[in-house]
């Protein structure tokens, strides 16, 4: 069975500080990894994979398989990065369906 | 492109109803998912539709049923409603036909709101 796990219900941090949001998933084979993103009145959407390798918005976040974690990283936090962060997994064993952590609401305050 | 769109917005029903909810996929999808996100939870996968029929299901009962037309569109059936089932409920697309882990990715349109009383 695959599960997400992000440990904090809600991270609350001030303008300029590092941000890091944690993920750590249980799956046996190769997931593929996804933090999707709410802001207030907006609809759910895709932040970044790890199989982009990307950085979006100034937010990163490396698959550690040995740890089976991905964490969501940002080294200066925004007041608009306040929203529900959700990490996701989806199985390579042609579901195609991801799982969802609970959610991490981060509030940044000004 | 408008993007993945669902109606209505809002709709209020009461307990024992049958509710029907709408969405159009995004431009050039093939597949659409639908979720149930309870206040202050994460989504809750209940069917995925690909080729006019069923692909997957979750753990949800058989009041919970659903249908994809030609044209990709879908629609989400609630049968006798319970005060449980108020929630959001979210649309996904997706374009399974596609190659590698693109069939991943999945882009969601804002939500139905449904309040059972």
């Known amino acids: 069975a695959q599960r997400v796990t992000q440990p904090e219900k809600l991270l609350s941090v001030f303008k300029g500080a590092p941000v890091e949001l944690k993920c750590n998933y249980s799956?046996?084979?190769?997931?593929?990894l996804f933090w999707y993103v709410q802001y207030s009145r907006q609809r759910l959407q895709l932040l970044l994979r790890h199989i982009s390798r990307e950085s979006i918005k100034g937010f990163t976040a490396d698959l550690n398989k040995g740890e089976t974690s991905f964490h969501l990283k940002k080294p200066f936090a925004q007041e608009e990065d306040s929203a529900m962060y959700y990490c996701?997994?989806?199985?390579?064993?042609?579901?195609?369906?991801?799982?969802f952590g609970r959610g991490t609401s981060l509030i940044v305050h000004p | 492109d408008a993007g993945v769109t669902q109606s209505p917005t809002h709709l209020i029903k009461t307990r024992g109803q049958q509710v029907t909810l709408r969405c159009s996929p995004k431009?050039?999808?093939?597949?659409v998912s639908w979720y149930q996100q309870a206040l202050g939870q994460e989504p809750q996968f209940i069917f995925q539709y690909y080729e006019e029929e069923e692909r997957q299901r979750g753990n949800f009962p058989d009041r919970f049923s659903g249908h994809q037309f030609p044209n990709y569109s879908s629609e989400l059936n609630v049968n006798a409603l319970l005060l449980g089932d108020s929630a959001l409920y979210l649309c996904?697309?997706?374009?399974?036909?596609?190659?590698?882990?693109?069939?991943?990715?999945?882009?969601f349109g804002a939500g139905t709101r449904l309040s059972v009383l």
């Open positions: 799956y046996s084979g190769s997931p593929e």
């Open positions: 431009s050039g999808h093939d597949t």
């Open positions: 996904a697309s997706s374009l399974l036909s596609g190659v590698g882990r693109a069939k991943n990715i999945q882009y």
């Open positions: 996701a997994l989806s199985g390579n064993g042609g579901s195609y369906i991801p799982t």
